[in-house]
C-alpha cells in the first residue's frame, strides 16, 4: 500500500529479532540458536532417564510443553492440573521436562516458545530496552485476534507499554487454535480492558451473496 515505516511480521519473528537485537548487549553473547527438532531433544533427555516412550508418545508430551508455556505455567503448576500421558507417569513427566530444559540450557538454545518468553522477560527486566521497543514501534494492530495465546497477548501488552495505540481484527466464532492455547477471551473481553476502544462489528457475509453461491 506504500505506507513507510511498517514492519510487518508474526509474534515469533518480531520477538525473534527484538532478542538477536538486544541480546548481545545484555549478556555479552550471541543469542541462543533454536532448537530445530524438540522431539529429538526430548527424546535424549528420556534416555539418560532411561525410558524409552514411543515417538508418538515424545510428540504428546512435546504438545503438553507447548502449552504449559504458551500459557505461562511452570513445570510445577502444569504438573498440578494432573494432566497424563501415556507410558509416563506425572513423575516421570516432571523430570523429563526438567531434563529437556536443562539441555536446552547446556546447549545455548531456545525452543520456539521460548523465543516468546524470553522477549517478554527481556521487556520486563531491562527498562531500558523496553524503553527502545516503545520508541521504534508505535502503533499495533493484531490481525486473527482470536487466536492470540496468553502469552503472545503477555507480549503484546509488553511492547505496549502504557499507550493505548492498538487495534485488533477478529472473529471469536473462527478461533481454530485452542489446541495451540489460543484464547478468544482476549477478543470477547477487549471492550472492557480498553472501555475508550471504538468497536466496529462487520456482520454482512459478503462471501455467501447470491452471486458467489450461484
Same mark, same amino acid.
Request: proline residues 4%; glycine residues 6%.
Given at each position: 500500500?506504500?505506507?513507510?515505516?511498517?514492519?510487518?511480521r508474526t509474534f515469533h519473528a518480531a520477538a525473534l529479532a527484538q532478542?538477536?537485537?538486544?541480546?548481545?548487549?545484555?549478556?555479552?553473547?550471541?543469542?541462543? &540458536?533454536?532448537?530445530?527438532?524438540?522431539?529429538?531433544m526430548l527424546g535424549q533427555a528420556a534416555d539418560a532417564m532411561r525410558?524409552?516412550?514411543?515417538?508418538?508418545?515424545?510428540?504428546?508430551?512435546?504438545?503438553?510443553?507447548?502449552?504449559?508455556? *504458551?500459557?505461562?505455567?511452570?513445570?510445577?503448576?502444569?504438573?498440578?492440573?494432573?494432566?497424563?500421558?501415556?507410558?509416563?507417569? &506425572?513423575?516421570?513427566?516432571?523430570?523429563?521436562?526438567?531434563?529437556?530444559?536443562?539441555?536446552?540450557?547446556?546447549?545455548?538454545?531456545?525452543?520456539?516458545?521460548?523465543?516468546?518468553?524470553?522477549?517478554?522477560?527481556?521487556?520486563?527486566?531491562?527498562?531500558?530496552?523496553?524503553a527502545s521497543v516503545h520508541e521504534q514501534y508505535r502503533h499495533f494492530?493484531?490481525?486473527?485476534?482470536?487466536?492470540? &495465546?496468553?502469552?503472545?497477548?503477555?507480549?503484546?501488552?509488553?511492547?505496549?507499554?502504557?499507550?493505548?495505540?492498538?487495534? *485488533? *481484527?477478529?472473529?471469536?466464532?473462527?478461533?481454530?487454535?485452542?489446541?495451540?492455547?489460543?484464547?478468544?477471551?482476549?477478543?470477547?473481553?477487549?471492550?472492557?480492558?480498553?472501555?475508550?476502544?471504538?468497536?466496529?462489528?462487520?456482520?454482512?457475509?459478503?462471501?455467501?451473496?447470491?452471486?458467489?453461491?450461484?
Amino acid at each position: 500500500l506504500g505506507v513507510e515505516g511498517v514492519a510487518a511480521r508474526t509474534f515469533h519473528a518480531a520477538a525473534l529479532a527484538q532478542l538477536n537485537f538486544f541480546w548481545p548487549t545484555l549478556a555479552g553473547s550471541p543469542a541462543p &540458536s533454536i532448537i530445530d527438532n524438540k522431539v529429538r531433544m526430548l527424546g535424549q533427555a528420556a534416555d539418560a532417564m532411561r525410558l524409552r516412550p514411543s515417538t508418538a508418545t515424545l510428540r504428546d508430551i512435546a504438545s503438553e510443553i507447548e502449552g504449559r508455556k *504458551v500459557s505461562m505455567l511452570s513445570i510445577e503448576q502444569h504438573a498440578a492440573l494432573g494432566r497424563t500421558t501415556s507410558g509416563v507417569d &506425572s513423575t516421570q513427566l516432571v523430570e523429563l521436562q526438567q531434563r529437556y530444559e536443562a539441555l536446552k540450557d547446556e546447549r545455548h538454545q531456545l525452543d520456539f516458545e521460548d523465543v516468546l518468553l524470553a522477549c517478554a522477560g527481556m521487556l520486563e527486566a531491562e527498562p531500558r530496552v523496553a524503553a527502545s521497543v516503545h520508541e521504534q514501534y508505535r502503533h499495533f494492530t493484531v490481525d486473527e485476534y482470536q487466536d492470540v &495465546s496468553p502469552l503472545q497477548n503477555r507480549l503484546l501488552e509488553l511492547w505496549l507499554g502504557d499507550r493505548r495505540d492498538i487495534c *485488533v *481484527v477478529g472473529d471469536a466464532s473462527q478461533t481454530i487454535y485452542s489446541f495451540a492455547g489460543a484464547e478468544q477471551r482476549f477478543l470477547l473481553e477487549f471492550g472492557r480492558r480498553y472501555p475508550d476502544a471504538t468497536v466496529v462489528r462487520l456482520e454482512t457475509n459478503y462471501r455467501s451473496q447470491a452471486p458467489i453461491l450461484e
